[in-house]
């Protein structure tokens, strides 16, 4: 390639075509063949490795187990929980053919494995010793989206899976509420972009859970992405499956369960949320590449080999890609500047002689002279730098765009110009909700896990309302 910069849509003119840009030329992913499918590229799968290696710690160290269920669930199986098969037949892509002769009972390919893990379930749980059961499961599920977008929805998706099953429903909702921890926790943590968690109403629940919990992020542009759930089951789908368990006095009873998940959507998220005007800024630690080397010299002088090889050995530990490719040294800083690596590295024949090395960040443009000697302590300070302004950058934005409405015209104002998260009394009641988000496309997002009871009045009816619910439009 002799190209000098890979032209890509403003982020500030266009976010939605600045962000199918970035995803395809920064080679995350790819358009499948098939409607509504993705190819997830090595560059985005790396990063998808790094969610499984900052999560799957997390549930092992509670007890969680992996394991692998089947993708064809007998149809049978979605009918025996009401709600469940309700909240999914739209989505549903079925296989009535297998072997070239028609089947018998059409399978239903994996939109969520609630009913085949717990087929199993009723099988394995007989006793109060059995529990708790905490299996999770790193797989794909599919779901026939009607409208597609790279990441953020597509007919099929990667994702983790946990399911448990409890003697009590306390230990169930303390379960729920653990796995919302450890999302809210990866996101700060590894993703650097602020989260909020709180419950959803009953019209916005996960189809069969008694409670939903979630993680909502906010976007550039005013809008929610809900970034994971966790959910509360109760005894619903114990009771569809007859999962019983004899407790210590030999009664028998129905098991209380959870299930939560967190998809390859989060990667759409990091794009919208830490990305230029240049590309994809990357938080080094879920970065697939944290620092590039580039030798900056027109030719290859004696010696520069030498000594990047030199810088390598001290930043032993670290992700490192060096550049030494055919193409111009100016391509090379588009294409890693593009593809959001957070650190790089320049090396000609100043800092050879110098035996200095000059350093670039992705997030601020900023250049910085480091001495040989002092690089790794330093590119380790800058690195968790990046990590962790990137991450009050988010914070701070989401707190300004974060209002609180007292009536309906202050709400339609900010939902017609500034759009974000906003604060306001609801009434629960299923009209109201169904009501506002017709005319403001805004929805509910969840209550506050902390809110407290207050007097005040529904933004839209003026019934009594006693919580502030987080409103705002969303993918």
């Known amino acids: 390639?002799?190209?000098?910069?890979?032209?890509?849509?403003?982020?500030?003119?266009?976010?939605?075509?600045?962000?199918?840009?970035?995803?395809?030329?920064?080679?995350?992913?790819?358009?499948?063949?098939?409607?509504?499918?993705?190819?997830?590229?090595p560059?985005?799968?790396?990063?998808?490795?790094?969610?499984?290696?900052?999560?799957?710690?997390?549930?092992?160290?509670?007890?969680?187990?992996?394991?692998?269920?089947?993708?064809?669930?007998?149809?049978?199986?979605?009918?025996?929980?009401?709600?469940?098969v309700e909240g999914f037949s739209p989505e549903l892509a079925i296989v009535t053919i297998g072997g070239g002769e028609k089947l018998a009972e059409p399978l239903v390919i994996r939109p969520t494995s609630e009913t085949i893990m717990y087929e199993a379930y009723s099988r394995w749980i007989h006793s109060y010793r059995d529990l708790p059961l905490k299996i999770n499961q790193w797989n794909s599920v599919v779901r026939w989206e009607k409208r597609t977008y790279l990441f953020m929805r597509t007919s099929e998706f990667l994702w983790q899976e946990g399911h448990t099953a409890h003697a009590t429903e306390k230990e169930a909702d303390e379960m729920a509420r653990k796995g919302l921890g450890w999302y809210k926790d990866f996101y700060q943590e590894n993703f650097a972009i602020y989260a909020l968690v709180g419950v959803k109403s009953n019209a916005e629940k996960f189809a069969g859970?008694?409670?939903?919990?979630?993680?909502?992020?906010?976007?550039?542009?005013?809008?929610?992405?809900?970034?994971?759930?966790?959910?509360?089951?109760?005894?619903?789908?114990?009771?569809?499956?007859?999962?019983?368990?004899?407790?210590?006095?030999?009664?028998?009873?129905?098991?209380?369960?959870?299930?939560?998940?967190?998809?390859?959507?989060?990667?759409?998220?990091?794009?919208?949320?830490?990305?230029?005007?240049?590309?994809?800024?990357?938080?080094?630690?879920?970065?697939?590449?944290?620092?590039?080397?580039?030798?900056?010299?027109?030719?290859?002088?004696?010696?520069?080999?030498?000594?990047?090889?030199?810088i390598t050995i001290k930043l032993k530990g670290l992700k490192i890609k060096v550049d030494d490719s055919q193409n111009t040294v100016g391509w090379k800083f588009n294409q890693w500047e593009l593809k959001g690596v957070p650190l790089r590295v320049e090396v000609g024949i100043r800092e050879q002689e110098k035996r200095e090395?000059?350093?670039?960040?992705?997030?601020?443009?900023?250049?910085?002279?480091?001495?040989?000697?002092?690089?790794?302590?330093?590119?380790d300070e800058v690195l968790e730098s990046i990590q962790q302004g990137l991450l009050e950058r988010s914070e701070k934005f989401v707190k300004e765009n974060t209002r609180m409405a007292e009536n309906y015209d202050e709400f339609k104002q900010i939902m017609n110009t500034t759009r974000g998260f906003v604060l306001a009394f609801w009434c629960e009641g299923a009209e109201c909700e169904k009501k506002i988000k017709e005319e403001t496309k805004a929805s509910t997002r969840f209550v506050p896990l902390d809110a407290k009871e207050e007097d005040g009045k529904c933004i839209y009816c003026g019934k009594p309302a006693k919580h502030r619910w987080l409103f705002a439009q969303s993918y």
């Open 209 to 310: 859970a008694q409670k939903t919990y979630t993680v909502e992020l906010l976007m550039p542009d005013g809008r929610a992405l809900q970034a994971a759930t966790s959910h509360n089951l109760g005894d619903n789908f114990s009771k569809a499956f007859d999962i019983k368990f004899q407790d210590e006095k030999g009664e028998s009873k129905y098991v209380f369960q959870t299930s939560w998940g967190f998809s390859w959507r989060s990667l759409g998220g990091l794009v919208l949320v830490h990305g230029d005007d240049n590309g994809l800024v990357l938080p080094p630690k879920v970065a697939p590449i944290q620092v590039v080397i580039i030798p900056v010299s027109p030719k290859e002088p004696n010696g520069i080999k030498d000594y990047t090889t030199e």
């Open 1 to 41: 390639m002799n190209f000098e910069k890979r032209e890509i849509t403003k982020k500030s003119e266009n976010i939605s075509q600045w962000y199918n840009d970035i995803v395809l030329k920064a080679e995350l992913a790819d358009y499948g063949p098939a409607k509504g499918t993705m190819i997830l590229r």
């Open 43 to 84: 560059y985005g799968y790396a990063i998808w490795e790094a969610v499984i290696d900052g999560l799957d710690p997390k549930f092992k160290e509670d007890g969680v187990e992996n394991a692998y269920f089947p993708m064809f669930i007998p149809s049978k199986l979605l009918q025996k929980e009401k709600e469940h």
């Open 357 to 379: 090395v000059t350093l670039a960040r992705r997030d601020t443009g900023e250049k910085i002279t480091v001495f040989l000697g002092d690089l790794k302590t330093k590119v």
